[in-house]
């Protein structure tokens, strides 16, 4: 009875435990396993190196793919923080109504990346959208082709995914504006110090910490992406809007090419792995101090 | 002399000051406008005939508004070879959300308490582990999870989607509940150890009384989570157990017969109106949970 009161913590543990060591880690093991061999439509457990990665990289599909994540998730992330970091300094000028903007431009983070493809690929239709409401008004040169373009359909994710997410960044970056020491900022004014120069100097370098989260964040979004890109384009056309997300989806589900699905999965694991690990590991650190 | 420059020099900089807040004003404006444009284009697109639609433009407003595109998305618009609308596979992300919320909440409650409040050796690398364990792409776990739903024999049954929703919720529901639970001095459980309190009582009659922000912030974002997903959704779901994420996906992407671009918009709007509503009545505690997943400590 003792024993058990003594330990019944770590029992109340144990169940979470045992799952995640099961379904986060084992599976990760597995995936990492199966990547080595030679799988197709069922997995083969006989370890055969980096056949699959050669593949993986020898593939066009996976080279769009690959290629589009660092287009798509540089542009997402950049976009996204100057506008949020833009949208939240302007909102932090004792604007009226403050609150009802806030709402305004938030709401989109709570909507499934599917129905923000959704709205979008109507808006951008080029046959009754964005393209035929603009030549309806006179303009019968005017082009926006972009979602059925080959070349510049990855721009039409790049702009549903800013829509979406960079209110959430305006969020984050003013709840940062507003935790700045205020007698700092009150002395610098009066000294006389122009505002640009006490946002440029002052605050925004005191932010550093809130631009690693909304960094991470916004990378963690561009790599998962996978809903928007599905809803929008289909990953089309062609291939053009392939995501390492769509890819590993086609090869597990579609084309029943295993080795592929994991050895791409263990490659944006290795991506999401160079980018969190250094920040869990200052966060925690920081923290046991 | 010296004053009337002066004064018009002050004068001269209150007009650029009342220039360029009219310009904040509108700039902020237009954002307004760009973050609600699609929203609008759903609802006039959703409230028009299809023969407007293609005589008219994106954002005139409907001459007749008419609701059968809502009747159709709701109960007869086609997902592939079915059509009973989205009504069915609305009440599966209910019953998929549901159940899975209150469990990884309540599970993520207990963890988040013991890593807390009753450190043990060890306790800081398994919430280590565990945080880790929020950031994977899921992708990584897509394969082995189909085939360990196939030997639990739930594969593409709502019971097996709530399983896996609990388990891949429950880092951040751990991690919202541990960092809520830190603040709370540890005198208070030493205190109530004294007393004779045991570990359920203490979380029962201590813990739980004050969780009541941290519970909602916790209930909102998991329900988002599940409501808005679609990959566990279209990996582990078949025909007849597909949430509505999937369903109006394949809805939108379905090729048969006319498209019908009203009918696509009112189903976009059902899927997206329930967290859109939770995030209207409790805004608040919505953008909580955002930050809390991002910034921590």
């Given amino acids: ?289 | 002399m010296t004053d009337a420059v002066y004064s018009e020099a002050r004068s001269q900089g209150q007009i650029t000051r009342l220039v360029l807040r009219w310009l904040l004003y509108l700039l902020l404006f237009v954002f307004a406008l760009f973050y609600l444009a699609p929203l609008f284009v759903m609802v006039t697109t959703s409230l028009k005939s299809l023969e407007e639609i293609r005589t008219g433009d994106l954002i005139s407003l409907p001459r007749q508004v008419t609701f059968d595109a809502w009747r159709t998305a709701w109960a007869s618009a086609c997902t592939g070879i079915q059509c009973e609308g989205v009504r069915p596979y609305f009440w599966n992300s209910v019953l998929i959300a549901v159940p899975a919320v209150l469990i990884s909440t309540l599970l993520g409650a207990i963890n988040g308490y013991v890593v807390a409040q009753w450190r043990f050796p060890g306790a800081n690398i398994f919430f280590a582990l565990m945080l880790f364990g929020c950031f994977i792409p899921f992708q990584v776990v897509l394969l082995p999870m189909a085939r360990m739903l196939g030997l639990m024999g739930i594969a593409g049954t709502i019971p097996g989607l709530i399983f896996v929703h609990v388990i891949y919720g429950l880092g951040f529901t751990t991690l919202f509940f541990r960092n809520y639970y830190v603040t709370i001095p540890a005198e208070l459980t030493k205190a109530a150890k004294v007393d004779g309190a045991g570990f359920f009582r203490i979380f029962w009659s201590i813990f739980l009384p004050l969780s009541l922000p941290i519970i909602v912030v916790t209930v909102i974002w998991q329900f988002t989570q599940i409501w808005n997903d679609f990959l566990f959704g279209v990996s582990f779901s078949q025909a007849g157990t597909q949430p509505i994420t999937v369903a109006l996906n394949n809805i939108v992407n379905s090729t048969t017969g006319v498209k019908e671009y009203n009918v696509d918009m009112a189903a976009a709007i059902i899927a997206g109106l329930p967290t859109l509503l939770v995030y209207v009545v409790a805004g608040k505690y919505f953008i909580r949970g955002l930050t809390a997943g991002s910034v921590k400590g």
């Fill in chain 1, 1 to 289: 009875m003792k024993f058990l009161e003594d330990h019944l913590p770590k029992l109340m543990l144990a169940p979470s435990f045992i799952a995640m060591l099961i379904f986060v880690y084992g599976f990760i093991g597995w995936t990492a396993w199966v990547s080595l061999t030679r799988s197709r439509l069922l997995p083969r457990y006989e370890i055969e190196g980096f056949i699959q990665y050669e593949r993986l990289f020898s593939s066009l599909r996976w080279d769009t793919a690959f290629t589009n994540l660092f287009l798509f998730g540089g542009l997402f992330i950049v976009i996204s923080m100057i506008l949020g970091l833009a949208l939240a300094i302007f909102l932090d000028q004792n604007i009226r109504a403050e609150g009802a903007i806030r709402t305004i431009y938030l709401y989109p983070m709570a909507l499934s990346m599917i129905v923000t493809g959704t709205a979008w690929k109507w808006i951008l239709n080029p046959g009754l959208g964005l393209e035929a409401m603009v030549q309806g008004w006179g303009f019968e040169g005017f082009k926006f082709d972009w979602l059925v373009n080959p070349d510049m359909a990855i721009y039409t994710v790049v702009l549903a995914a800013i829509w979406q997410s960079s209110g959430f960044v305006m969020a984050l970056f003013l709840a940062g504006l507003r935790s700045v020491d205020g007698e700092i900022i009150k002395a610098a004014q009066i000294d006389g110090i122009p505002n640009w120069r006490i946002y440029s100097a002052i605050i925004i370098p005191s932010m550093a910490p809130i631009f690693l989260s909304a960094f991470i964040v916004l990378a963690h979004l561009a790599i998962k992406s996978f809903d928007l890109v599905i809803a929008l384009t289909g990953g089309g056309p062609g291939f053009s809007t392939d995501l390492p997300a769509t890819y590993m989806f086609a090869m597990a589900f579609s084309r029943g090419d295993i080795g592929q699905a994991a050895s791409s999965a263990m490659v944006m694991m290795g991506v999401v792995f160079t980018i969190v690990v250094p920040y869990l590991y200052s966060e925690l650190r920081v923290k046991n101090d």
